[in-house]
């Protein structure tokens, strides 16, 4: 299968592209183009941290008798020239009948080589565009939103280690989330966080308690050790924020 990759100029975090197809209409078919069957990443969240490449996959299905250059599905936010992608990759028609193509894509987003902008995390529609041999196309919207939220992590400690048997243990640990405009990870305060425990041997974690984040992200509270397991920190995100898990710290009771 054959595949047209597309990069994006990207100014300020927006790629603005497609520039003679300025505007987003609400219906279908407005050119002579029907989009359906769109999907992008699942349905799911894009989370994206500050270093790594993070491809999106998406899919649609195109019917039209125009003849077309290329095809594909984009995220956008008011008019079409606020545009959120590095790259986007297509697969050639698929064909399902007369004038009637899938396509699989991928978007890549790559905050370590593209400079994005922290107010770019939240919702952001879904429209689908082509461009006609000759000139002139189609642009339509979805009726999708996709949300794109900045990575978040989680350390934590537990300690003393070992400890003895139905003695305080204190559990800390940091929140963080991405900076895009530093590339690097800052200090997430207010978040309110679950404090979970496996038991040596058990299949689950349960929540014990939850417990607010400082204002610089610090996390920590007591609790009595009477079995020996692991504990870990679970937050679960936001509009803005992907949820994240930290690793887990072995205490042996004795």
């Not at 100029?9 to 219906?27: N, R």
């Not at 978007?107 to 429209?127: L, Q, T």
Request: with cysteine; proline share 3%; glycine share 12%.
């Amino acid at each position: 299968m054959g595949k047209q990759v597309w990069r994006a100029v990207v100014a300020g975090g927006a790629a603005a592209v497609f520039t003679a197809l300025a505007a987003v209409p609400a219906g279908a078919a407005e050119g002579g183009v029907s989009f359906s069957r769109v999907q992008v990443n699942g349905g799911k969240a894009i989370v994206i941290g500050v270093s790594k490449e993070v491809a999106v996959p998406a899919s649609f299905r195109m019917a039209t008798t125009h003849k077309w250059k290329w095809p594909a599905v984009f995220l956008y936010r008011g008019g079409a020239g606020d545009r959120l992608w590095h790259a986007i990759e297509t697969s050639d028609c698929v064909k399902v009948s007369s004038g009637v193509c899938d396509f699989d894509e991928t978007m890549y987003f790559d905050p370590s080589v593209w400079d994005m902008r922290n107010s770019e995390a939240g919702a952001w529609k879904v429209g689908a565009e082509v461009y006609f041999e000759g000139g002139g196309g189609d642009t339509d919207d979805k009726g999708l939103t996709v949300d794109v939220k900045r990575n978040s992590r989680l350390t934590v400690n537990a300690s003393p280690e070992p400890v003895a048997k139905d003695r305080t243990i204190t559990v800390t640990g940091k929140v963080t989330r991405a900076d895009w405009e530093t590339r690097k990870y800052v200090s997430y305060g207010g978040r309110l966080v679950s404090l979970q425990f496996k038991a040596s041997g058990a299949a689950a974690y349960t929540t014990v308690k939850k417990v607010y984040a400082n204002g610089s992200g610090g996390l920590k509270t007591t609790v009595k050790a009477s079995r020996t397991g692991t504990w870990r920190w679970v937050y679960h995100g936001n509009a803005t924020t992907g949820p994240s898990t930290s690793s887990g710290d072995d205490v042996v009771v004795r």
